[in-house]
């Protein structure tokens, strides 16, 4: 590459446009206080524990590899029920659960259910298996879900699915509304 030549207008144009240039005695940069970014707060995980409803479920009979289970929460009619086994309300959601741990199961559904109330769910569909390799015939995870879902407290009712929908390997779930959803919240005219 060839050496450019600068002719000296050249270069007092470029020793006009840099200015006064002074040396360098120190490498080290020191900080001000004053541009220091602020920190951003971590997000903390929500605790989707505290939907749970600490009460001994002791009443709960244990359900079988083909019983079908339901629930409806306290001062709704039985007419919810039958609509919900119906499909009255439309799915909005579904989890397949089958196959999990019962530690993984219950984080899944507890993130998953705070997750649709949040959304606007109504209606979600829950796919828990039969439990047909479970110990003794006994499905387990299938018996922890009856518990968490009555004691949840967004869960109103839930029922068993229909037989195209999964039959007694899944549930129908029906879920409060959100505050920011409810009718009540809304002051239009």
Not at 161 to 166: C, L, V
Not at 180 to 186: A, C, L, T
Request: with cysteine; proline share 4%.
């Amino acid at each position: 590459m060839a050496k450019k030549t600068l002719t000296s207008e050249d270069r007092d144009l470029f020793r006009h446009a840099i200015g006064r240039v002074r040396s360098v005695n120190s490498d080290k940069v020191l900080l001000n206080q004053e541009n220091k970014p602020k920190p951003y707060p971590k997000t903390l995980a929500p605790d989707v524990d505290s939907h749970l409803i600490d009460t001994v479920a002791t009443d709960i009979d244990k359900v079988g590899l083909e019983d079908s289970m339901s629930f409806i929460a306290p001062g709704l009619q039985n007419n919810v029920l039958k609509k919900l086994r119906r499909g009255y309300f439309g799915l909005d959601a579904e989890i397949d659960l089958h196959g999990l741990t019962s530690n993984e199961a219950k984080r899944q559904l507890l993130y998953f259910l705070q997750s649709c109330v949040e959304a606007g769910c109504r209606c979600v569909h829950i796919v828990h298996g039969k439990g047909y390799r479970s110990a003794d015939n006994h499905p387990v995870l299938k018996n922890n879900l009856n518990l968490w879902l009555r004691q949840h407290k967004d869960v109103q009712a839930f029922c068993s699915a229909s037989p195209k929908n999964g039959g007694a390997g899944a549930v129908f779930v029906l879920l409060q509304l959100a505050e920011k959803y409810s009718r009540h919240g809304n002051t239009e005219s």
